[in-house]
Antibody
Framework: QVQLQQSGAELMKPGASVKISCKATGYTFSSYWIEWVKQRPGHGLEWIGEILPGSGSTNYNEKFKGKATFTADTSSNTAYMQLSSLTSEDSAVYYC???????????WGAGTTVTVSS | DIVLTQSPASLAVSLGQRATISCKASQSVDYDGDSYMNWYQQKPGQPPKLLIYAASNLESGIPARFSGSGSGTDFTLNIHPVEEEDAATYYCQQSNEDPPTFGGGTKLEIK
């Protein structure tokens, strides 16, 4: 069964960094792009960017360049997203999702809630 | 970026009736004969779920009461007949141009 399992909720201080994980099972991890999506109440869904685990190739939404960094470990079938210099604007639910091509997101993780608060 | 405008923002439909959700793109999402518009369903506390891809293709495992249509800049998601379990928020997403973008969502209530 194809699944993406995300790490648990994080409570972070402003200015800190956080690293979220997304572990894939049930398919060839290296062959599919992993997408990252942000969701905040009142702001809908925003595409942050993507990584192709097999090559390490990445694409970022211009809006999130400098904020998000993607990595992937093919030995553990896990993708990571690091968010830096956290502010209250980064408080959101972050999803990883598999793209089967043309940004068709067919499998999603359960989401990781990041709360930034002093 | 391509802006997707969904309407209505919310609607209430009686059990067994038809729900129609519109998504208008700020520019065409067609390319080489295909329309790069996808639809997702999201229930509270859950991630989005793919329903329709490439405007009109039903994702595997999705009931046939869901259907999508449209091309260019105008797209529609229909649900008929609506069931209780269809209460959710629905999002369109264009995948023709970077960055992929989502509509603001339409909340469906079942009467």
């Amino acid at each position: 069964q194809v699944q993406l399992q995300q790490s648990g909720a994080e409570l972070m201080k402003p200015g800190a960094s956080v690293k979220i994980s997304c572990k894939a099972t049930g398919y060839t991890f290296s062959s599919y792009w992993i997408e990252w999506v942000k969701q905040r109440p009142g702001h809908g869904l925003e595409w942050i960017g993507e990584i192709l685990p097999g090559s390490g190739s990445t694409n970022y939404n211009e809006k999130f360049k400098g904020k998000a960094t993607f990595t992937a470990d093919t030995s553990s079938n896990t993708a990571y997203m690091q968010l830096s210099s956290l502010t209250s604007e980064d408080s959101a639910v972050y999803y990883c999702a598999r793209s089967r091509g043309n940004y068709v997101l067919d499998v999603w993780g359960a989401g990781t809630t990041v709360t930034v608060s002093s | 970026d391509i802006v997707l405008t969904q309407s209505p923002a919310s609607l209430a439909v009686s059990l067994g009736q038809r729900a129609t959700i519109s998504c208008k793109a700020s520019q065409s999402v067609d390319y080489d004969g295909d329309s790069y518009m996808n639809w997702y369903q999201q229930k509270p506390g859950q991630p989005p779920k793919l329903l329709i891809y490439a405007a009109s293709n039903l994702e595997s495992g999705i009931p046939a009461r869901f259907s999508g249509s449209g091309s260019g800049t105008d797209f529609t998601l229909n649900i008929h007949p609506v069931e209780e379990e269809d209460a959710a928020t629905y999002y369109c997403q264009q995948s023709n141009e970077d960055p992929p973008t989502f509509g603001g969502g339409t909340k469906l209530e079942i009467k």
